[in-house]
């Protein structure tokens, strides 16, 4: 060990790792240049720690940067580091976790220090859908070196330590950290989609933990599965009146009533995250209009930031192997200036990530998929291998009274009610869908996770091909 073993870089690493784990790598490593005054500088470590340990059992690297030498700050030695340590991990199949505390590049390393973060880039988009990536922030991360957790699958900012910015607050035109801090973990937290947890140190560990446990250690595996105790045929009471709170749906429908929320700061009208049914890990996407304990809701219709955020998700999922589940109770698409001009391209992201994808795909249709956006979110026309469907849902092309006005365009108002019920019996019901095929069964609520537990286990081995490309270019 260096001798800097005790400072909070190494604790830090000690307090995420299963106790007496961790393995350094590296620790005799110094600054190699001299400029600037740099000889007087005791550089240990180079100012990050690496090396190896255990997560309940399992294989993590993991890298700390250390303030107390030259701020953190990346040169040409630190990314050498962190470069050879994600070839370590490629290598092995294991995730990284990178925990941030950083005053930037080296100034005194110019462009020694630039060609170092860019290595380090490098590394992570190379990784990316190979291994998973954590970026822990804990204090500051700021400018090229803020773009380190954007190119991470998870990112956790410590709450009250935690800065992440591209631009210090008091250089963005007619603002000052006074008048919006736009560093801080809160409103970094509200504003971009690549969070996960703002909190405590404690509640990030956890998190890290639950999710290094329920998530593969790289792509060269299938599903994961661990045992199950939960009861395989256990009803799900009372969940048709929760429709709208999709984070206590998969509570229910999961083993244990246990579900992982990911990306939660953000585009809460859509939420993803992790359950196991059956010991299998399952990766979820649903439309929420609500939430359990709060007062705060949320419109059900589709937006660009919700889409965002779930072919992200599905990307994510296919990559690594994970079964999906599509959980859909939408009306339309939101209606607003800003959504004509980015829906549209994220409506192409979203139904490109479910066209791709190959792992198994199931959709359970709550209430309503209506429209076009009700055909987004996962329906058998972009490839989900089966689709259910409560047995009261409405899935059509437009609700009643709007079809009715349409279709008997200056008729009286009791003709237009009159034929609003007429269509919505005879196009809107989920038996209609389900009579052309659209849905593979219609299901009584309670009955859920048994019809999914079934579901994931027979489409467990499905092997898709798809025709040479690249990558797709939506």
Known sequence: ?????????????????????????????NA?????????????????????????GRLVYVYSQDSSVLGGSIGEMHSRKITQLYDMALKMGAPVIGILDCSGIRLQESTDALQGLGSIYQKQALASGVIPQFTIVMGNCGGGVSILPALSDFTFVESKKGNLFLQSPNTIPENSREKCDTSSADWKASHSQNIDICGTTEEIYAEVRRLIGILPSNNRFSVVQEPCVDNLNRLCEGINNVAGDTTTILSMLGDNYEYIETKKFTAKEMSTGFIRLNGMTIGCIANCQNEANTAETYPDVLTADGMKKAASFVKFCDAFHIPVLTLCNISGFESSFEAEIETPAACASLIAAYSYATVPKVTVVLEKAMGSAGTIMGSKSLGTDLVYAWN?????????????????????????????KEYDALLNEADSAAAHGYVDALINPEDTRKYLISAFEMLATKTEARSYKKHPSV
């Open 1 to 29: 060990m260096n001798k800097s073993a005790n400072n909070s870089a190494f604790t830090r690493i000690q307090s995420l790792l299963d106790a007496g784990s961790f393995v350094e790598i590296g620790a005799n490593v």
């Open 32 to 56: 190699r240049s001299t400029n600037f005054h740099l000889y007087k500088e005791q550089t240990p470590a180079d100012g990050v720690i690496t090396g190896y340990g255990l997560i309940d």
């Open 392 to 420: 009261n849902a409405q899935i059509g092309a437009m609700d009643g009274i709007h079809a009715a006005k349409i279709l008997y365009e200056g008729e009286s108002a009791a003709t237009i009610r009159e034929k609003a």
